[in-house]
């Protein structure tokens, strides 16, 4: 999955970065790598399911995709 971000230096001279497609998913670094980085954590934990939403039994199946 490719995902486009927006990367940019906020005014306390650290990257901001953020993905449109996600609402309110947002991040900063020092660096802008240190800022991709923490987006790609904060990405994965917005579409981590919550407890209990993505649970397999004798009615549903749960299937991942890449």
């Known amino acids: 999955m490719t995902i486009k971000v927006v990367v940019e230096r906020g005014e306390d001279?650290?990257?901001?970065?953020h993905c449109p497609s996600l609402r309110s998913c947002w991040s900063q670094g020092k660096t802008r790598d240190e800022a991709l980085q923490?987006?790609?954590?904060?990405?994965?934990?917005?579409?981590?399911?919550?407890?209990?939403?993505?649970?397999a039994d004798e009615r549903h199946e749960v299937v991942e995709l890449a």
């Open 38 to 55: 923490n987006l790609r954590e904060a990405i994965a934990l917005y579409l981590e399911p919550a407890p209990g939403q993505a649970v």
């Open 13 to 17: 001279g650290y990257f901001v970065a």
